[in-house]
């Protein structure tokens, strides 16, 4: 086949919703995930799009992810729960923790919650773009199997511990989506399943020196992202996912791509402070500000957090969505073990 | 006199206390400030120490910093408020505003305050060390005159806007403290002053090239740590603080070293979520994990967020704070015009 194919995000929604559908999940709890995965595609975040199906699917098969999860909180005070996914599906379970976050904020002001016993969460910016569309500031973290060192460390501890944060603004939010290291461990998995290399600095091989080959660095460590401070902020997603949502801690985490450690979401209801109008005036000055901001010699402008993301999915969603040789593999898979017929390229 | 003197903690703090004082600020308010900047020097966070005081006292003399501030609140709900600092000096309002959160934590799970109208707020680890106090763990966020340009940018929009996250931890808590910069806009003032150069990566020049030369990266900009992701941190930071707080954007305030833009702080009840005990343990886990961790060649051990200015605390209690001429020079300073003793040294 070609090294990539095209597919409109309808057909690959249909299609991730059908397999799911086949696995024995409910309707729209597929539908969900559907939605999620391909809007992960849509914006390039390749990493955590339908890539995953066929991973999820094989949770499900293995017996960790819980097809009907009774959902349930173990503990409930007016501003933070915590709340046990009976090992859901991640994108379900974590859903619901951000609406209840939602709710406790429109309540309160501010609303976290809490999750464990779930399994890979997929974006957080979902849940981040969620909670913007409520006029809402968020906060979500999560942590995940260890593939990471602390810094002046060689051996993983720390998964990956992505930070998200949002504001919204006009039509498209201020999201900020990121690893709490150099790069996702997906995109090095990825690099290693393509034989590509990575550049130094982003992992230690397993002696502890720096390596550019991929392989080498899935059996060393990643390195977190801004040296001392990244590994500090990768820390306290360790102490917010791991331990204030009774979940693992990264190292105890089965290695696999559809699990994870523990949800953390919080919502910020911005009119419990100052009016709306308010809020997005100011916010228009200072994004204003950002843009006009003389950029770097051959750059364009400055961009926003989320920004290039954004720009992409409208792409996408006019051209269709490049999906590469193994992804679309993997699909294929998919297809003929559920008797699927594959999304139209 | 010597490149540097030492001065005993309790001395020091004496000196500072009388001093404002004699400035017309209340004693118990005095005092709180005098151990706070005292508490920054005992870590070794210089910047934020002593070197202030001359500083907070111009603020007083310009009548930017209000002696007896009416500090109240502008919205209240059961888990975050907005307050106005009346332009107090800002470790009494954000002090204020820290006992408020933990206040409204231990009622609904979380709190928040928000908090405009205040002078220089110093260290942000020493709100973060009293929420650990109580048990908590906690996010502490403020922005100040812009020093900083966005990733990709070449002019100053933001203040360093540093980033507190706390999380108690047997005697010491797990405190990380930093500016979302490369390094701490005060560092770059004190190596001007005292002519020396600073590595490349940490600032542009006016014309947006990296420089060496403390000088010109005043005149220039000052970069993010870990490129475009603390870049994203820090306009977040931007948006809790000048924007939710109802502040003034960082390009909007006065650049001095006694001026602040807003201050946010959270409080979490960690035993609305677990039981303590459950919390430690786990905590102890996965400390020892860390400082475990094989550490990189040439390197003693892992440490954790704090841990160096924690022994350092130690050593400066036993030993002396050592003061720099510079910071020395404007203590005699203000000892003359207030018509103080010196400590002793």
Not at 14 to 27: D, L, T, W, Y
Request: proline fraction near 4%.
């Amino acid at each position: 086949m070609r090294e990539e194919v095209k597919v409109w995000s309808e057909d690959l929604k249909n299609f991730v919703r059908r397999a799911f559908i086949k696995a024995g999940i409910k309707k729209e709890h597929a539908e969900e995930v559907a939605n999620h995965l391909v809007l992960a595609n849509l914006r390039g975040v390749d990493s955590h799009g339908v890539i995953r199906v066929e991973y999820y699917l094989q949770g499900i098969k293995d017996g960790y992810i819980n097809r009907d999860p009774r959902i349930s909180l173990v503990k409930d005070n007016p501003s933070i729960a915590l709340m046990n996914g009976d090992m859901g599906l991640g994108q379900i379970v974590a859903k619901e923790a951000t609406n209840l976050a939602i709710e406790k904020a429109i309540k309160h002001g501010i609303g976290s919650v809490c999750t464990f016993n779930l399994s890979h969460v997929g974006m957080l910016g979902y849940y981040g773009l969620l909670i913007a569309s409520k006029k809402m500031a968020g906060i979500i973290f999560t942590n995940g199997p260890a593939m990471v060192a602390p810094w002046g460390g060689t051996e993983k501890v720390f998964g990956t511990n992505p930070i998200c944060m949002v504001f919204p603004y006009e039509e498209k939010p201020i999201l900020l989506d990121m690893a709490s290291t150099v790069i996702a461990g997906m995109k090095i998995m990825m690099a290693a399943e393509s034989g590509k290399s990575i550049p130094l600095g982003w992992a230690l091989d397993k002696e502890g020196k720096q390596t550019t080959d991929p392989k080498k660095a899935l059996e060393g460590a990643l390195l977190p992202f801004g040296e001392y401070k990244g590994y500090g902020l990768m820390l306290m997603v360790e102490l917010y996912t791991a331990i204030l949502c009774n979940s693992k801690l990264s190292y105890e985490i089965l290695l696999t791509p559809y699990t994870q450690g523990g949800f953390y979401v919080q919502a910020l209801n911005i009119e419990s402070l100052r009016s709306f109008n308010d809020y997005l005036k100011d916010t228009m000055r200072l994004v204003k500000r950002i843009r006009s901001t003389k950029p770097w010699e051959g750059q364009e402008r400055v961009y926003l957090p989320g920004e290039l993301e954004d720009i992409r999915a409208e792409k996408r969603s006019k051209e269709g969505i490049p999906i590469d040789k193994n992804t679309w593999n993997s699909l294929l898979r998919v297809a003929k073990e559920l008797d699927l017929e594959l999304p139209k390229i």
